[in-house]
């Protein structure tokens, strides 16, 4: 392989394709494929619209020259044939979390603004979703030319609920095995080998509270994001409450006051910078008296589940030498049934397990009236970081930046942690330049550089040209 020549021709490939890729990209995005069970039917697991991401994405697939396979709506994949069944795979995923409040820019479209694409999906995970198609267009392109078949086939698996359950992969792997190596652009760049345990779960009070001062909790989009916005239907006169920093007051009714929190919100596994709106509506309504005895304990336990995201106030900190320290944020609060829910998401090291810390939230919800049911736990994940596959992706992204590549581990979940041999590789480069209205994942204002992007489907169709090369069928 003359990898010199093979670089000139991906560059020009990346060129000739670019604004194609975009507008497929568009053509994902503009579709709101959230999770929706309660409309499941047969063929359509996951809900109607992300079926419809789903299928739209494997028509895309099919006109870049890919055979596409679809497994009863729950995931789908696309392949180049090789000389080998043995597959070399990416994953990716076409689901995404709901849009949240707080956009700026159109959440279901994708705007290009001073070199960024704009819009829900186009990080996490549409846009990487199609680079993954378009590095293995480029390999059908080479193999049309050349009549020479790649010795491991290609396979581009399309995920479809990856940021609930990941419910479509055991799916897969049931019906068709484990790739001899996956890697999915879901993740920051250089490269992933571990990701912590995840654990959620969620209080519940053990009587119904809506009875009382507080009538309505509402806040968060979702258990792993840490909520930009939380608020409160109160009976209370609006115009007798305190003012407060980053709280707003209305009217809303007779007899009732709405009052909303605003925090900044993020990704549960990365808390850093953020401020949870639900721990400052609670702290507001304790300090302005609008708590009474069927509420006050609730509501003191939302205050103590957000003082800190290291889990030292609830008691379950915890620290290891591959993962760091634990992470717990409070994500949603809910009315059900005038009962109040609170969910909660921690990302844990090997130094604890999801075990003890639904034990120690079983505690804390008896202290408070409520109890406590976990939800799902996910151990921890890792890969050899010197193995050839890892090694091989490392190199590839240090010659295309000129920066020091090193893996490292996450408190985030991939879709790498359900496979035996997997990673997750980019494509996400963490820029102290990008600009303040360039949002990240899962929160508003979604965006991503178009020059990452680019770059990172040229380490991609690099990276799979080298993974061809390597014996992984001894392993």
Not at 124 to 129: E, H, I, N, S
Not at 149 to 156: F, G, H
Not at 423 to 451: L, Q, R, T
Request: charged share 25%.
């Amino acid at each position: 392989m003359d990898e010199q020549q093979l670089k000139r021709d991906v560059d020009a490939y990346v060129d000739e394709i670019w604004e194609d890729a975009v507008e497929d990209i568009r053509t994902l995005v503009k579709i709101e494929s959230v999770e929706d069970r309660a409309h499941a039917e047969p063929g359509k697991p996951w809900g109607p619209a992300a079926n419809v991401a789903l299928v739209a994405a494997e028509r895309i697939a099919e006109r870049l020259g890919l055979a596409v396979t679809d497994l009863d709506g729950y995931i789908g994949y696309a392949d180049l044939a090789g000389a080998s069944d043995a597959c070399i795979a990416t994953i990716a995923h076409t689901d995404i979390v709901p849009l949240g409040l707080g956009w700026n820019f159109p959440a279901l479209d994708v705007t290009r603004k001073d070199g960024y694409l704009i819009g829900r999906g186009v990080l996490d995970d549409k846009g990487p979703f199609i680079l993954s198609l378009y590095a293995a267009h480029f390999f059908a392109r080479r193999v049309e030319a050349t009549g020479e078949k790649l010795p491991y086939t290609l396979r581009c698996i399309i995920g479809n609920n990856e940021e609930t359950s990941m419910g479509d992969v055991p799916v897969y792997l049931e019906r068709c095995g484990e790739p001899a190596f996956c890697f999915s652009p879901d993740a920051d760049f250089p490269l992933i080998c571990g990701e912590k345990g995840i654990t959620q779960g969620q209080f519940r009070t053990a009587e119904a509270a809506a009875d009382g001062r507080i009538v309505e909790l509402d806040g968060g989009t979702v258990a792993n994001a840490i909520p930009g916005l939380a608020t409160a239907l109160v009976r209370a006169d609006a115009a007798a409450l305190p003012a407060a920093e980053n709280i707003e007051v209305e009217p809303a009714g007779e007899g009732l006051a709405r009052i909303s929190a605003h925090g900044i919100g993020g990704h549960a596994s990365m808390p850093a910078g953020t401020a949870n709106a639900i721990g400052l509506l609670a702290r507001y309504l304790l300090d302005a008296g609008l708590v009474d005895d069927a509420s006050r304990a609730f509501v003191e336990l939302q205050r103590e589940l957000t003082e800190d995201t290291d889990g030292t106030h609830t008691g379950i900190a915890s620290c290891d030498d591959k993962f760091g320290p634990l992470t717990c944020i409070a994500g949603t609060v809910r009315t059900v049934d005038g009962h109040f829910v609170q969910t909660i998401d921690s990302r844990y090291p090997t130094s604890t397990t999801g075990d003890a810390i639904a034990a120690r939230m079983g505690e804390l919800a008896a202290a408070h009236g409520c109890a406590y049911t976990k939800l799902e736990d996910k151990v921890p994940f890792y890969i050899d970081p010197e193995c050839p596959e890892i090694s091989t992706l490392l190199t590839t992204y240090s010659e295309y930046t000129g920066k020091k590549a090193e893996a490292f581990c996450i408190g985030g979940g991939t879709y790498a942690r359900k496979f035996k041999r997997a990673c997750a590789f980019g494509p996400h480069e963490n820029n102290p330049d990008e600009p303040a209205w360039v949002g990240m994942e899962h929160g508003a204002d979604e965006g991503i550089s178009e020059a990452d992007l680019k770059r990172a489907l040229k380490i991609y169709i690099v990276s799979i040209a080298r993974l061809m090369q390597l014996d992984l069928e001894s392993k």
